[in-house]
């Protein structure tokens, strides 16, 4: 009697396990729900024949157990591929997104990311990824989504990373007027952060830029890769004080509410400049 109370225990802890796990996989994809199925079942249907004969099919109480356990750790198992796949999944529906970067840009080593969490004190409108060091990630790699450039790696971890972006005036990105081949730096401005707009700034005077026109970085300084799409003009205005003239630039995209980036862990020229830089300096003993 004894073994037959424990072959329902059986019954019953399988018939929970079961309809958890379902409940997790119903979400993802369909075959490995049928693997899980196939694969827990079995058992489970043997249980429901011992039931309606012998409860112990010939076997001892011991072997009953081990085979308990040995179920309970396959589905543990199954489970656990079940997340890991879910996890892969969303990764390569944005890999998929950002699948022309790399098929247009062969020489840029990438680092897709989640955004994870965002720092309510940045008035720049910050956030930290998912993704590290042990990702190749660096300090100053630059940051780019779908609809371009969003900023930088400024802090990392081994596993996360904080990214600044465009609209904090700590940025300062050599761009120009893809049409008119006007130039200036890309920075922001505390008074545009929160309606998402940045400023071209140290631009000529006699400029024949427009609104309307697309902003692209220009690749000099080694800091970010050429032709990044920056924003488009949406203003042309003078500087109060000196009277220097600035353009407004609005992003493409909203920065202050990504989600998913592409940090650009290296391309062709990455440092170029700087490296001349240091070079020069090591040589003239300053």
């Known amino acids: ?25 119903a979400a993802v994809d369909k075959n490995i729900f049928v ?33 308990n356990n040995e179920l309970h750790e396959e589905v543990n198992d199954l489970v ?11 990764e ?13 840009h062969p020489d840029y080593g990438v680092a897709v990311a989640n955004v994870i969490r965002r720092d309510p004190n940045d008035d720049f409108y910050g956030f930290t990824i998912d993704k590290g060091s042990r990702d190749d ?20 971890s081994v596993t996360t990373s904080k990214v600044t972006t465009l609209l904090s005036p700590e940025a300062k990105v050599g761009a120009m007027d893809q049409k008119t081949q006007d130039s200036g730096i890309a920075t922001g ?6 309606e998402g707009q940045l400023v071209l700034s140290v631009i000529s005077a006699d400029n024949k830029m427009k609104e309307g026109d697309i902003v692209i970085t220009t690749g000099v300084g080694g800091v970010y890769p050429k032709n990044l799409v920056v ?24 920065l202050r509410t990504v989600s998913d980036v592409v ?19 090591g040589t003239s003993g300053k």
């Open 1 to 25: 009697m004894k073994e037959h109370d424990h072959a329902k225990k059986i019954l019953t802890t399988t018939l929970v396990v079961l309809l958890v796990t379902a409940a997790v996989t």
């Open 35 to 67: 693997d899980f199925y196939t694969m827990i079942s079995k058992p489970f249907q043997q249980t429901t024949a011992e039931l309606s004969g012998d409860p112990s099919g010939g076997r001892s109480k011991d072997e009953l157990l081990k085979e």
């Open 80 to 90: 656990s591929r079940v997340i890991d796949y879910d996890t892969i999944k969303k």
């Open 92 to 104: 390569n529906e944005i890999l998929r997104k950002y699948y022309g970067i790399k098929d247009d």
């Open 137 to 156: 990630v660096k300090r100053g790699d630059p940051v780019i989504n779908d609809s371009g450039l969003v900023g930088w790696v400024s802090e990392v």
């Open 189 to 194: 401005r505390a008074s545009l952060a929160d």
């Open 231 to 254: 924003g488009r003009v949406v203003k042309l205005d003078y500087n109060e004080f000196d009277t220097t003239p600035y353009a407004v630039i609005e992003p493409f995209g909203d």
């Open 263 to 281: 940090v650009i862990t290296s391309f062709e020229g990455q440092g170029v400049i700087e490296e001349a830089e240091e070079t020069d300096t």
